[in-house]
């Protein structure tokens, strides 16, 4: 069974933090880049942040930069979003991504998502 999990999200108050987790399994977590995207309602989904297989590189939309770290751990098939100062305009469902491009094919898999509210 191919499946991402993502955990952590919940409510919380502007300028705080939260860390989310995507967990994986079914596949080699080791061979796919990850990324997490986010969707607020009436809007369309956007990338948050990606980070490369061995974790050697990460990059973030601008309205992430110096808020937001993506990590991930490939020992516990896990990947992380630490996200602090957070404002209202982060309210969103958050997803992970896993994509592998072997050649001529891409696999990319989709997790359920997690709803974060940022709200005082």
């Known amino acids: 069974q191919v499946q991402l999990v993502e955990s952590g999200g919940g409510l919380v108050q502007p300028g705080g933090s939260l860390r989310l987790s995507c967990a994986a399994s079914?596949?080699?977590?080791?061979?796919?880049?990850i990324s997490w995207y986010r969707q607020a309602p009436g809007k369309e989904r956007e990338l948050v942040a990606t980070?490369?297989?061995?974790?050697?590189?990460?990059t973030y939309a601008d309205s992430m930069k110096g808020r937001f770290t993506i990590s991930r751990d490939n020992a516990k098939n896990t990947a992380y979003l630490q996200m602090n100062s957070l404002t209202p305009e982060d309210t969103a469902v958050y997803t992970c991504h896993a994509e592998w491009r072997a050649g001529l094919w891409t696999y990319a898999y989709w997790g359920q998502g997690t709803q974060v509210t940022v709200s005082s």
């Open positions: 980070i490369t297989t061995a974790g050697g590189s990460a």
């Open positions: 079914g596949f080699t977590f080791s061979r796919y880049a």
